[in-house]
């Protein structure tokens, strides 16, 4: 018992770390930090970490370390005789051994006609730490539609889904334009706008009049990378629909996919699935199924504890995945320190009454039962009392006979 709230105690402490860690991931995820603000909020990140990997390697109970991966099976002794035993199953707390299981599906894009999207309906085959399951695919799903149903399955196999629909958007320089959007939104929104040159100040008409309409349609838009076009987003995953009705010589480049003016022939964008667990799992689909592309499992990868970085947005929303996924992992061998002292202490009061039990045995067995000794004591006694009085008659009745005789 007191090596499991040894170990149990040194968890508590990595659990506050982490959670340190993932206030640190929020407040750098803000776009108010600076570069130098973010790298401050890093080298803490770093120093919290490297206790974390600290404590995994000293924690110890008679002189063995109990979170290192070396005392990942032990088996305590119970009872008096051979394999009335308890088994204890720990795990491997180094900070580049846990972490965020993630497989990071087909990433969003376009199909080369235009207009279809690339998911083809095939099944997916989920095998996860707590099992496995078939997550139903149709075609043309969306990737919030495929995360939905891996989500579906999450309570058998262990694996969660994420979705998001994001891609670069180019424009004709300074042309004038009406684009129809469906997203979320089940009638197509049309948004007007001109550009002028490709950068900031030639796309701001055309990022406004996305993200004015983003409470319809669940589309939002910002300056790309290179500072030449739009990235649009769908937090959700859902499919991007974009169709250019302009008259106008303007052409929507989607990816790398060119819509001119007035083909009236959409662009549907379809989105990346992320697939994620705590522990190890593997996702099989087929060969061109549009969400894994491949016809063999492809397994989730480590994405451990030490890698955690939050000197990007991006970097630091994936840290915060991490840290939930440590901190599952974490609480799950919590649970199991505090369900084994629970037995333990089970285990410890049957064996006291069995103890009791054994001993009484033994004792009716070898001890004297006093109420019938003294009850036979008694009885000896009175035959020895009415023996000797018999006696004593006996030798009385010659000496009568000679003092008559004397007489």
Aim: aromatic residues 4%; without cysteine; glycine residues 8%.
């Amino acid at each position: 018992m007191s090596l499991s709230q040894t170990a149990e105690g040194a968890l508590s402490s990595a659990g506050d770390i982490l959670q340190r860690i993932r206030e640190l991931a929020v407040q750098s995820a803000n776009s108010t930090n600076s570069s130098s603000d973010r790298q401050a909020l890093q080298n803490e990140v770093t120093q919290l970490t490297t206790e974390l990997d600290r404590i995994s390697t000293t924690t110890q109970f008679n002189g063995q370390n109990l979170l290192d991966g070396t005392f990942t099976s032990s088996v305590f002794q119970v009872g008096a005789n051979a394999n009335q035993t308890i088994t204890l199953t720990s795990a491997n707390f180094r900070t580049t051994a846990y972490g965020l299981n993630r497989l990071s599906g087909v990433a969003a894009a376009v199909d080369s006609n235009g207009g279809a999207t690339t998911v083809d309906g095939t099944d997916l085959t989920l095998n996860g730490y707590l099992g496995s399951a078939t997550a139903a695919v149709a075609a043309s799903d969306s990737a919030k539609t495929i995360a939905e149903a891996v989500n579906a399955k999450s309570a058998t196999t262990g694996i969660t889904a994420s979705a998001r629909t994001e891609i670069d958007v180019s424009f004709t320089a300074s042309s004038a334009y009406s684009v129809d959007i469906v997203s979320n939104n089940s009638s197509a929104i049309t948004l007007a706008f001109s550009t002028g040159t490709n950068d900031a100040n030639g796309l701001s008409a055309a990022i406004n009049a996305f993200n004015d309409q983003s409470a319809k349609t669940g589309v939002t838009a910002k300056l790309n990378t290179a500072g030449t076009g739009l990235t649009i987003t769908n937090e959700s995953g859902a499919n991007i629909s974009l169709d250019n009705n302009s008259v106008a010589a303007g052409v929507v480049t989607v990816d790398a996919t060119a819509v001119a003016g007035g083909a009236a022939n959409a662009a549907v964008v379809t989105g990346q699935v992320t697939f994620d667990s705590q522990r190890s799992f593997n996702v099989l689909g087929g060969a061109t199924d549009g969400v894994t592309n491949s016809a063999t499992a492809v397994a989730g990868t480590l994405n451990a504890v030490s890698s955690l970085d939050v000197t990007d947005f991006d970097k630091s929303t994936k840290a915060l995945a991490i840290v939930d996924a440590a901190l599952a992992a974490i609480n799950g061998q919590r649970a199991k320190f505090g369900s084994l002292q629970s037995r333990f202490e089970t285990t410890i009061t049957s064996l006291q009454i069995s103890s009791e039990n054994l001993s009484a045995s033994r004792s009716r067995i070898r001890d004297a039962d006093f109420a019938s000794e003294t009850a036979a004591l008694t009885r000896g006694q009175i035959l020895q009392q009415a023996g000797t009085a018999m006696l004593a008659q006996a030798n009385a009745l010659p000496n009568n006979v000679l003092s008559l005789l004397r007489g």
